[in-house]
């Protein structure tokens, strides 16, 4: 379905240097608001925790009321109802209940987030600074990109490269067919591999500035403590001095941006200028100190004069593996990591070969001092260092200043020698131009809040947009393999394409844990239209049914162990992986088949209105609207075929244990078009909820009647705020275009006509590394044979 993804042209602007940008027009209905949510999460109030836990036993009690009250009692008055009425009882029943532990699941999560809100206290920055003080260990941060627009792609590296860290190396994994024919494409590919050149020639001058500082003042401090003086007026002044040119530096940066999105602001105001106030807040602290003359320690000092040196001090470079045919070349993400995992921490020989370059072993290196990928004076060698942590970055994600050091110190403090991975799950940019992606954004939201609850139960999965991990844990759970001789390490997991919770599982099975940090200090883009919005929701329905299995399997082998899973663990994971199909199947249930009136009950609606109150409440707190639990029940109605499609993808791959190959949400300006099939499902819907409604009218259901009505105005509401009626006869005119279209026929195959070569034409080099590949095929002609038969 990817290459039917066809990108729509949008309405151009012209930017103030003359060159014409494609901006996305701001709908009526989008967000208005652009400040983004604060760091830290407010404290609930006692209040609102005792309002979850009165929502949680209002959702049980109601549910047993219905079972009591309504099936059971149905079943006993009506014995002879027949066969249909039982069989219909037990479905709808079985429906209800999973419904209801989706929604009993949510607020669950919600109130372990709620819990870890209030018990949450921020690590002073003092005690960043002082563990972090001449501190040996490195972080390797890994950006997977494919066929990203160059400027997306920068700004993800600048905020990855302005972490504030005292080893640090950056790395961009360009996954794209390193020799395109495409001028455009390869104009975009060109212009991604010049961005390490370029971040590295940026910070060369406020870099070699900052160290010459920080030398300087340890050399001066050396020689004070041994003449027993103290210039600690002057030296305030120093450091001053440097704090305002390293704020300047990064305003001055903040004025130069192009500003065209959302997103662009972002990163304008929260990355950029986010760190110059933070510097800025640290000139104001030594200015009020030497106005009061006094002076923090020489300890202190030399602390703030080495977090200058870790912001400006980032290594910065690229790798691309499929430029070496002795890496795996799988098209997803996973493998794409997997690829440099596997290099690093070592030094190899590069030859050539008949299939282009190889990689050869030779050595192991350990951490890396001045560079996170460096060649050695001969240009075939290839030194690729270690590290102790690893941090996994899309490439359209974008980190907050101190992301790394907050992380890194929780996985350092003590407790917690076993946490593989931590992370922030990701929060939405504020200020969506389309109504489709402020919605999106609510969802993801939300969605932020339930991952922070599973932590307090230990049910944490890695959402994989951003992560901390730890490299040892990675090296428990790795599979080798050998592909064409070659060795193929694979430490994420890459059967489905949700790798990120795979390999929870794995770790998991092998005794660690994973940790979701309670702060927002990452954010990740959202699907601007539906086109774009299918191609994600799809890709995250699929794939969670194939890992149930590994989760039997370590819960058996932690219950071997003496290490019991916790039940509410168990429950958590698996709505987390299952809740999508059950989900997705039953509404299409509700929806479909006309349920006998006798099962309606007003307790169906009280187990489900804990679940929309605190939906409504949550979307409040995140500075959303409480009415967008309407639109996002609207939302999920218009994705139900999405979703269900990813379902049954899940099942084929079960059958077939084929690999679904990744494809990438598209991160354009432009309207991505879907494909028809998902645009007149929609349509369907609201159709046949009419229809449902027409019938059960007729017949006095009104129960029925209400639901199949609400159903339908809720997707008409959707279909025309996400979707957009002209777009859907555009898409749908798309769609009848490509499957009325047959291109030319391949012509067929012709017999191998065998050309004798010369020997200055015999490719020698090929013949001494394939052999004879041939595979044992008579290449002979028929009279050869004939002849060979005929004296047998």
Known sequence: MAEQMVLLHAD??????????????????????????????????????????????????????????????????????????????????????????????????????????????????????????????????????????????????????????????????????????????????????????????????????????????????????????????????????????????????????????????????????????????????????????????????????????????????????????????????????????????????????????????????????????????????????????????DADSLLLRDYCLRLVHLLESPGNERVAVTQTPYSSFRGAPTRIERIAGATTDIQHIQHQGMTQYGATFWVGANAVIRKRALEDIVEISTAGGFEIRTYIQDRTVIEDTESSVDLGKHGWTLVNYPERLSYSATPPDFGSLVVQRRRWANGGLLILPKLWEQIRHRRSQDRPVPLREILLRVNYMASITWASFGLLFLLAYPYDSRLLSPLVFLAALPYFLAMGSDLWDCGHRFSDIFRIYGFNLVLLPVNLAGVLKSLQQALTGDKIPFVRTPKVKDRTAAPALYVLAPYLVVAFSLLTVWRNWEVGNWGNAAFAAFNAVMAAGAIRAYIGVANSGVDMYLGVLNWLYVGPKAPKPQAPVIIPKTAEQTDWESLLYHGDRRLNRDLRGKDDRRKRAGSL
């Open 12 to 393: 151009a602007t012209e930017t103030a240097d003359g060159q014409a940008t494609k901006a996305r027009k701001r709908q009526w209905g989008s967000e208005k608001r652009s400040e983004p949510l604060s760091i830290v999460h407010p404290a609930p109030s006692r209040r609102k925790i005792v309002l979850g836990r009165i929502g949680i036993l209002t959702t049980v009690l109601a549910w047993v009321g219905y079972v009591i009250t309504t099936v059971l009692k149905q079943l006993v008055d009506n014995p002879g109802a027949g066969f249909r009425f039982g069989v219909e009882s037990v479905s709808y029943l079985v429906v209800v209940s999973f419904l209801t532990f989706s929604a009993l699941m949510y607020l669950t999560a919600r109130q372990g987030a709620l819990t870890r809100f209030r018990d949450h206290r921020r690590v002073p920055r003092g005690e960043l600074d002082r563990h972090f003080f001449e501190y040996s260990e490195g972080v390797t941060v890994l950006i997977p990109s494919y066929a990203e627009e160059p400027g997306v792609v920068r700004g993800t590296m600048w905020s990855a490269v302005l972490q504030e860290f005292p080893d640090l190396s950056v790395v961009l994994l360009l996954d794209d067919p390193p020799f395109p024919k495409d001028p455009d494409v390869l104009r975009r590919l060109e212009a991604t591999r010049a961005l390490a050149g370029q971040i590295t020639e940026t910070l060369a001058e406020p870099a070699a500035r900052v160290n010459a500082a920080y030398e300087s003042y340890r050399r001066r401090r050396t020689l004070t403590e041994e003449a027993g003086t103290s210039a600690a007026g002057t030296e305030v002044q120093r450091l001053i001095a440097e704090y305002e040119y390293a704020a300047g530096w990064l305003e001055a940066m903040a004025e130069t941006e192009r500003v065209e999105d959302h997103v662009d602001e972002f990163f304008v105001d929260l990355v950029l200028m986010g760190l110059a106030r933070e510097l800025r807040l640290v000139i104001l602290a030594l200015t009020a100190a030497h106005a009061q003359q006094t002076s923090p320690s020489p300890e202190r000092i030399a602390q703030l004069y080495a977090r200058l040196t870790w912001i400006f001090n980032a290594r910065v470079s690229t790798f691309e593996r499929k430029r070496f045919a002795s890496l795996s070349h799988e098209a997803n993400k996973a493998m794409n990591l997997n690829a440099y995992l596997s290099l690093m921490g070592g030094r190899w020989h590069r030859e050539q070969t008949a299939d282009g370059a190889v990689l050869r072993p030779a050595g192991m290196v350990g951490s890396a001092a001045d560079s996170s990928m460096t060649r050695t004076s001969d240009s075939t060698e290839l030194i690729i260092p270690d590290s102790t942590y690893v941090l996994t970055l």
